[in-house]
């Protein structure tokens, strides 16, 4: 498997998509702080990138290069490999890309300008944000074997969370409104990966007061070192339990 997986690492880094995604990403960060009179602002700044540019180059690489590798993939299958091993090689090098683009795009500026706690969580959560949307462009691709379909689901997939999924939130709320449903709005984050690293981000921030009284919900189970534990085991779980079907799909399928 390691063998494998160099070979498919080293195809992925070759890449200019990957490279131009990591200058980018340093671009935006090392501007960010750049143009800021202060570090907490260029980190708001950063926090956006991350929750939005971060989720979609991931889901749209990662699908668009498993469907451009199915020949790949298939002169693989005829050898004696499992397909578990090819999925899980083709899955672990994609993430070590992404997360090794991010960190050199925006993790280095973060380790260089905030050097604390805020930077070390921003750079452990867009390092699971990256793994969990290349879990998510796996399941997207392993649905269906037409590319411009399985583009779509992925595409589509990054506008729920990044997008939809608040409008709906703040729909509920609204028609909600006269009860108290702020205890459940912990539990309806964690149905969304982006959300949980956006709450994540902001209480360490010291910004929860902005965020009212559902803020010191927030505060009040996410600012505890159980409600921590439980937060970033939602998101190793949220980049486990799509890869998992995709590789159960994977192992079925016929291709």
Not at 87 to 116: Q, T, Y
Not at 230 to 245: D, K, M, Q
Request: aromatic share 12%.
């Amino acid at each position: 498997m390691n063998r494998l997986i160099k070979i498919i690492l080293l195809d992925i880094l070759k890449n200019k998509i990957v490279l131009s995604y990591a200058i980018i990403l340093g671009i935006l960060s090392w501007s960010s702080f750049a143009l800021e009179d202060n570090s907490a602002k260029g980190i708001l700044t950063i926090l956006n990138v991350i929750l939005f540019t971060v989720p979609l180059v991931s889901v749209l690489f990662s699908t668009i290069y498993i469907y451009n590798s199915s020949e790949f993939i298939e002169l693989l299958l005829g050898q004696p490999i499992r397909r578990a091993k090819i999925w899980i090689s083709l899955f672990l090098s994609l993430s070590l890309s992404m997360v090794l683009a991010f960190f050199v795009g925006a993790g280095i500026p973060l380790l260089v300008n905030s050097p604390d706690v805020v930077g070390l969580m921003m750079i452990t959560t867009g390092c699971l944000i990256s793994v969990i949307f290349v879990a998510l462009a796996f399941l997207s691709s392993i649905l269906t074997r037409d590319k411009a379909k399985g583009i779509g689901i992925a595409i589509m997939t990054w506008l729920y969370f990044a997008l939809l999924f608040d409008g709906i939130v703040l729909f509920l709320l609204f028609q909600l409104a006269e009860y108290p449903i702020e205890n459940a709005m912990v539990g309806i984050t964690a149905l969304s990966p982006i959300d949980l690293a956006r709450i994540l981000i902001l209480l360490h921030l010291d910004v929860s007061a902005m965020m009212g009284y559902t803020g010191a919900i927030f505060k009040d189970f996410f600012g505890t070192s159980i409600g921590l534990a439980v937060s970033f085991l939602l998101l190793v779980l949220w980049a486990v339990i799509p890869f998992v079907i995709s590789l159960r799909k994977f192992k079925r399928k016929d291709l």
